[in-house]
């Protein structure tokens, strides 16, 4: 039987995650969920066949819905993901999973408390390249992991009205943390572990204050190992991730936003004077996958991908990336 599940925020990514679930036999999508809805949002749930409700407490008192999928804005995160939870609901969460790291804390005890698998929006774990790129560092076969590098930027902010949510500060500091950013520290919670410092700068290079287009970060493991994050929100779209280990390196090169289809390129160099390996992937809807893979989870199949501790390390990373960008780069110890 599939879950039976409401989608709360039907904005761009409310409803790419609503025309994901249609084609899942492992879900059937029974609302969507927003205070307001355009005419151009009530027409898309029309097509799709799911019925409109606007708020979130009416969706959780409906008996035909199994879970929520929360795609609001993130100010509202911890404040919905407790309401799901006192529901008896499932929950899955967009990222970031909360702003701070003691609201992560409350939600993933409360999840531990309702005995309920916690899903969460960090598809590029499903991308085959960072799978590839896991099971290299896994193997040794880059050596000692020195520095994950990183720098993923787009322009598709760059034309929205500057009232957006996705510009404002509140639930959008730090530039495109919350947007690109905070996927790449999730790969490197991982792949590498804990963290214990963190530096970051912001800046407007292009926007008006105080929305910010520039981000660089840089993170320190309890393993030793560096995280280098540079993201821009103003510039066509670039991605790419460099592994370094001091026997190898790998480098994913993406040529397009998750939307667009686009090939990636993975480069993997074993040694100075040997053959790099070179290998296209193809698109793959990791976008299901990972909701596929939380209802395995929720079924009892499988495990679900993510830890508890990962889950929280990451908050961790993205709030001391906040505070050191305010207090002009200053080391934050976590």
């Not at 969920?33 to 799911?50: C, R």
């Not at 939307?259 to 390129?265: E, M, N, Y």
């Not at 501790?309 to 002009?328: G, K, P, T, W």
Request: glycine share 8%; proline share 5%; with cysteine.
């Amino acid at each position: 039987m599939p879950m039976r599940v409401a989608v709360a925020g039907l904005g761009w990514w409310g409803k790419q995650i609503i025309s994901c679930l249609k084609k899942s036999p492992r879900f059937e999508v029974i609302c969507g969920v927003d205070p307001v809805a355009s005419e151009a949002t009530n027409g898309f749930l029309a097509d799709q066949g799911v019925r409109y409700v606007p708020s979130l407490d009416s969706a959780l008192t409906d008996s035909n819905v199994d879970g929520a999928i929360l795609a609001t804005p993130h100010q509202l995160h911890e404040a919905q993901c407790l309401q799901v939870l006192a529901a008896g609901k499932e929950l899955f969460c967009e990222k970031p999973l909360t702003m701070t790291s003691a609201g992560a804390a409350k939600v993933l005890e409360a999840c531990a408390k309702a005995g309920k698998v916690l899903g969460v929006g960090h598809e590029r774990r499903y991308e085959e390249c960072f799978e590839l790129v896991g099971r290299l560092i896994g193997e040794g076969a880059l050596g000692k992991p020195l520095l994950f590098d990183a720098n993923i930027s787009h322009d598709l902010f760059r034309n929205i009205d500057r009232s957006n949510w996705r510009l404002d500060p509140r639930h959008a500091p730090a530039g495109m943390m919350t947007a690109t950013g905070i996927h790449q520290t999730d790969l490197c919670c991982s792949y590498f572990g804990s963290p214990v410092e963190v530096r970051a700068e912001t800046s407007s290079l292009i926007f008006d204050p105080p929305a910010t287009d520039f981000v660089t970060a840089t993170v320190k493991f309890a393993s030793g190992v560096r995280g280098a994050i540079t993201l821009l929100s103003c510039v066509p779209y670039y991605g790419r991730v460099t592994v370094f280990g001091d026997r190898g390196w790998v480098e994913v090169v993406t040529e397009g936003n998750v939307d667009q289809g686009k090939p990636t390129i993975v480069t993997v160099c074993k040694g100075t004077n040997l053959a790099r390996e070179v290998t296209t992937f193809q698109p793959t809807d990791t976008v299901t996958a990972n909701f596929e893979a939380w209802a395995a989870a929720v079924a009892g199949e499988k495990p679900y991908r993510f830890t508890p501790a990962e889950l929280l390390d990451n908050v961790r990373i993205f709030e001391a990336v906040v505070a050191s960008a305010q207090a002009s780069g200053k080391t934050i110890r976590l």
